[in-house]
């Protein structure tokens, strides 16, 4: 698919990319032989895993493995040296500013941390995305989108609050609302639970797992949390040493008998009983 199609030219009020036809294929986003590099540091390694669609996928890794700089290529923050990146089948390893617009607004990302903007309040912290992705949507439009999505996260009586007056909880809704806000298909998540409690970072996994359920969106998880994988992942690729060392649906990935996988599972200390999902 070249960068026109991908971009949606030539075709009548096309906004989206036409990979959209592709809405049937399991797999919303394929990667292969994606290798990065800086100077002579080798980061990524001919990386191969498959996102499945509506489902939630988990690239799972130990500190400095390669999971930030896998994040930083899905998004497109930086080109990568080599490889393919198809969503929805369309390759945005190539495509230009321009023409990743119509395929970004199909994205939403929760940062880690939550990343609000601390001076505007709720309402203007997902007005923001709105503004730059769905120019169409206007004064009351904008507020019944931003009302009625933070609703369905059960966060919509803070709509006019600042981040500093919300609990942890509460500013982790608010931030996938902002993801969501703009009704994307794919939803990544960087490191949820990083820094948090058990208790917090439990109640976070539920909301994810909910928030996947609720949404049918395709949800991919970047983290180093084994609890969390184990209670809401349906599909998990283990990142070692710049590539993926273990791709499997859930049960699979924590039946193996693969040594790296073993050792990885085991030394989290994590015990594992009924899923918490």
Do not use: W
Request: charged share 25%; glycine share 8%.
């Amino acid at each position: 698919m070249s960068a026109r199609q991908c971009a949606g030219e030539g075709l009548p009020g096309a906004v989206e990319p036409v990979g959209r036809s592709a809405a049937e294929d399991p797999v919303h986003v394929r990667v292969r032989g994606l290798s990065k590099s800086y100077g002579d540091h080798v980061v990524l390694k001919d990386v191969n895993f498959d996102v499945y669609r509506n489902a939630m996928n988990v690239i799972l890794g130990s500190s400095g493995c390669g999971k930030t700089v896998l994040l930083r290529q899905l998004l497109r923050l930086e080109r990568s040296d080599a490889g393919r990146i198809e969503v929805d089948g369309c390759d945005i390893v190539p495509l230009d500013d321009l023409a990743l617009l119509p395929i970004r607004k199909r994205m939403g990302v929760v940062f880690q941390d939550s990343a609000l903007l601390d001076s505007m309040s709720v309402f203007e912290n997902l007005a923001l995305p709105l503004r730059e992705h769905s120019p169409e949507l206007r004064g009351d439009a904008v507020r019944r989108r931003i009302v009625d999505t933070l609703e369905r996260l059960d966060v919509d009586h803070a709509v006019d609050k600042l981040p500093a007056e919300l609990s942890g909880g509460m500013r982790k809704r608010v931030a996938i609302a902002r993801a969501l806000v703009t009704a994307p298909t794919l939803l990544i998540y960087d490191e949820p639970t990083r820094g948090l409690d058990p208790l917090l970072a439990r109640s976070v996994d539920k909301l994810i797992a909910t928030t996947n359920e609720r949404f049918h969106v395709t949800s991919l998880m970047i983290s180093h949390d084994l609890k969390s994988v184990y209670d809401i992942a349906d599909y998990v690729s283990l990142i070692r040493d710049g590539r993926i060392g273990f791709s499997a649906p859930r049960d699979a990935f924590f039946a193996s008998s693969d040594p790296y996988v073993r050792a990885f599972v085991d030394a989290s200390g994590v015990r594992f009983g009924a899923r918490g999902r």
